[in-house]
């Protein structure tokens, strides 16, 4: 969150520190700065919450932001689902009939429709996934 002043001037709620101090830490020094100091590195006035960087009420909103994102983004593809399968679809094409990887769009091998390296992702991948499959059967 970069809309948090830089100059805020924290010595008050934490009495160790001088203003003109905290006007010359970059960001990264003011959080590790904070976080030794068990204040959260957010509002840089309430103490942190046990194991974590961000005070109760931060963490609170931090949450409440976090979950918004999350469901803000959800929407959108739910939305574009379709849209989004079409175009994949498309450009996997494109790239097959090219002879090109359909993963990254360099050279393919040949009568393969991936190159070397996304080969082996994606076998590696469908590996980890079957995986998965057998171990939730097994449950
Ligand atoms: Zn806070
Ligand atoms: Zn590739």
Same mark, same amino acid.
């Given at each position: 969150m970069s809309s948090i002043p830089m100059a805020r001037p924290m010595c008050e709620d934490i009495g160790r520190i001088s203003v003109s101090e905290v006007l010359i830490m970059t960001k990264k020094e003011r959080n590790a700065f904070l976080s030794e100091m068990g204040v959260c590195t957010h509002c840089g006035k309430r103490m942190a919450a046990k194991d974590h960087k961000l005070c109760l009420s931060c963490l609170d909103m931090h949450k409440i932001i976090y979950e918004q994102r999350k469901a803000d983004c959800k929407l959108w593809y739910q939305t574009h689902k379709e849209e989004m399968k079409a175009i994949r679809k498309e450009k996997y094409h494109a790239r097959k009939d090219k002879g090109l /990887?359909?993963? /990254?769009?360099k050279k393919a091998i040949e009568g393969m429709v991936r190159c070397e390296k996304c080969r082996r992702i994606y076998n590696t991948e469908r590996r980890r996934n079957y995986g998965r499959e057998r171990s939730r059967q097994s449950c």
């Open positions: /990887c359909v993963t /990254c769009g």
